[in-house]
C-alpha cells in the first residue's frame, strides 16, 4: 500500500510516497522502520500510542489504535499536526 | 596552537563555535539540525572527536544523533533512550526529550550518561548507538513519587540533570532532579542515597524539607580541582558542599541582597576550588526569571561563597532582560579561564579574563538552551 510521508519525515524515507504492507497500522508501521530505521519512533512512543502532534489518517480517517486492521488497497497517511512556532 | 570549541545548543539547532588560543575571532559551524530542539550538544573529551546531540522536534519523538566529524554526518542512534512499555491496562511514561548528556569516566570509552523529560536515567556503553534504562530508579516507586508529574517540573517538562560522574572513581556518581532532588551512587547506581541536607525548599506552603520531592536543584556542579567540593545553584538558593559531609551550605545567603541568589546555571574554575560563577534571575513575586532590574550581571566568588562580586563590565547596563538557562554558561580551561553564557535571546557571550570584561560573540541565534566549552 502506499504511505504518504509528512516533510518532517522525509529524512527517513528520501520520498514523501513510500510502499509498505502489513494486516495492521502496526505492521504496516514495522515494515517502515525496518525500510527506514528509526522512523517508528519518532511517530509512536514506547508506550506504543501515536505522538501528541502526530496524526495518522487510514482513508481519510483519523487512527489511533496500532491494532487496525489494514487493507492492501488502504491508503495510510502521516501528517505532522500544525502545531508550534 | 589550542582551539576551543564552543557547542550551542538552542531551540531551532545546534551550532560550533570555533576559535584559537586567543579567542579573538570565532568561526561558525552551523547550523546542525535547523529547527529541531536540541537540548545537549556535547563533544566527547575523552576522545575529542565524538559529538552527541540529545534532538527532538516540535512533532517528532526524541532521539539522539551522533557525528565523529565535527557535524558533516550524523548517525542516528538505533535505540534513544525509552521507558520500558507499562504492562497492559497500566500507563507508562514515554521520554519528551533526552535534556541531558555526560560522558562516562575516562577508564569507560563509548560509556554516556543521559537525562530525560520526564525524568528518567539511561546508559549507552556503545557511544550513543543504543542507550537502555540504567539502574533501577526510571520504575522505583519511591522515585516516581519523588519525581512527581508533569506539574511539578519546569515549563518543558521536569528534567533528570546534572549527571556527575567521579573523575576517581566511575562508580561514584551524582544526578539531580527537577524536581526532586540530588541524589548519590558509590556502588555504579547499584543503590543510590538522597542528598539533600541543608537545601531550602519554597517557604510558607508547609514543605517538608526531608522530602525529595519539593527540592528541585538546577545545576550542580562537581569541581574539577576538588572532586570532594560540589556547588549548586538551586530553586531556592546556592550552595556548596564539602565532602565527606552530607549537608548543602547555602552560600548564596552571602549574595547582595538586592539581586538574590535565584537562577538557573553556574559555572566553575577548572584549578581553583574556591571560584565559581553564577547568573542570577530574578526570583521574586511571579518569578520573572529574567535578570534582576533588567541589568544583566555574572556574579563571581573567589573564596567558596563567603563573598561575591559583580562582574558585568561590558554588557548593558539597563534593559536587559536576559534569562540564562541551566546548561547555558561553561567555563574553559585556559589561563585565563573563559566563560561563556547564551541567553534565550539568542546572544553568546564570553569572557577571556575570567569575567572581568565580557563580549557578545553572536547575536540572533534561536533561543539557547545550552553551550559546552571544549579545549583542543
Known amino acids: 500500500m502506499k504511505v504518504l510521508i509528512p516533510s518532517a519525515l522525509l529524512s527517513y524515507t528520501g520520498a514523501s510516497q513510500v510502499d509498505a504492507s502489513g494486516a495492521t497500522l502496526g505492521e504496516v508501521l514495522d515494515e517502515l522502520d525496518r525500510q527506514y530505521p528509526g522512523i517508528r519512533f519518532r511517530m509512536i512512543d514506547e508506550q506504543q500510542q501515536v505522538r501528541r502532534h502526530i496524526r495518522v489518517f487510514v482513508n481519510g480517517v483519523s487512527a489511533e489504535n496500532l491494532s487496525l486492521p489494514i487493507q492492501p488497497d488502504d491508503q495510510v497517511v502521516i501528517v505532522q499536526a500544525l502545531s508550534g512556532g | 596552537m589550542t582551539t576551543v570549541a564552543l557547542m550551542v545548543s538552542t531551540r531551532k539547532g545546534a551550532w560550533i563555535f570555533q576559535t584559537d588560543s586567543n579567542r579573538a575571532a570565532w568561526k561558525v559551524n552551523g547550523p546542525h539540525f535547523l529547527g529541531h530542539i536540541i537540548n545537549h550538544l556535547v563533544l566527547d573529551p575523552r576522545d575529542r572527536t565524538t559529538l552527541l546531540a540529545a534532538a527532538s522536534t516540535g512533532h517528532l519523538g526524541p532521539t539522539i544523533f551522533r557525528s565523529t566529524n565535527w557535524g558533516q554526518t550524523w548517525e542516528e542512534a538505533a535505540k534513544p533512550p525509552a521507558f520500558a512499555q507499562a504492562p497492559e491496562g497500566q500507563n507508562g511514561r514515554s521520554v519528551k526529550h533526552t535534556f541531558w548528556l555526560t560522558p562516562a569516566h575516562g577508564n569507560e570509552p563509548d560509556v554516556w550518561y543521559a537525562g530525560t523529560s ?20 526510571n520504575d522505583d516507586l519511591k522515585y516516581r513519587e519523588w519525581m512527581g508529574s508533569e506539574k511539578d517540573g519546569t515549563p518543558d517538562g ?49 514543605f517538608d524539607a526531608t522530602n525529595p520531592m519539593f527540592h528541585d536543584p538546577h545545576c550542580i556542579r562537581l569541581c574539577p580541582s576538588n572532586p570532594d567540593r560540589l556547588y549548586q545553584q538551586n530553586h531556592c538558593g546556592i550552595y556548596r558542599l564539602d565532602r565527606p559531609s552530607d549537608t548543602w551550605v547555602r552560600i548564596g545567603k552571602n549574595m547582595p541582597s538586592e539581586v538574590g541568589d535565584i537562577g538557573f546555571t553556574m559555572t566553575l574554575h577548572p584549578r581553583d576550588d574556591n571560584t565559581a560563577w553564577v547568573f542570577p534571575m530574578d526570583g521574586t513575586q511571579v518569578w520573572p526569571r529574567t535578570s534582576p532590574g533588567g541589568k544583566p550581571a555574572v556574579y563571581a566568588t573567589h573564596d567558596g561563597g563567603a563573598t561575591w562580586q559583580r562582574r558585568d563590565a561590558g554588557m548593558p547596563k539597563e534593559q536587559a532582560w536576559w534569562t540564562v538557562k541551566r546548561q547555558a554558561m561553561c567555563s574553559d580551561s585556559h589561563d585565563p579561564v573563559g566563560l561563556y553564557f547564551g541567553t534565550t535571546s ?31
Not at chain 2, 121 to 137: N, P
Not at chain 2, 164 to 177: A, C, E, T
Not at chain 2, 348 to 366: N, T, V
Open chain 2, 118 to 137: 520526564p525524568q528518567g536515567l539511561f546508559r549507552s556503553a556503545d557511544g550513543g548507538r543504543t542507550w537502555a534504562a540504567f539502574s533501577s530508579i
Open chain 2, 158 to 206: 521536569p528534567k533528570l540533570h546534572s549527571i556527575i560522574v567521579d573523575p576517581r572513581n566511575p562508580k561514584h556518581l551524582y544526578f539531580g532532579m527537577s524536581g526532586g532532588g540530588v541524589h548519590e551512587s558509590l556502588d555504579g547506581g547499584e543503590t543510590w542515597r538522597v542528598l539533600i541536607s541543608g537545601m531550602d525548599v519554597v517557604e510558607g506552603f508547609g
Open chain 2, 346 to 376: 539568542g546572544e553568546l557571550w564570553m569572557s577571556r579574563d575570567e569575567g572581568q570584561y565580557w563580549e557578545c560573540i553572536a547575536q540572533h541565534l534561536p533561543e539557547i538552551y545550552a553551550v559546552e566549552a571544549i579545549v583542543l
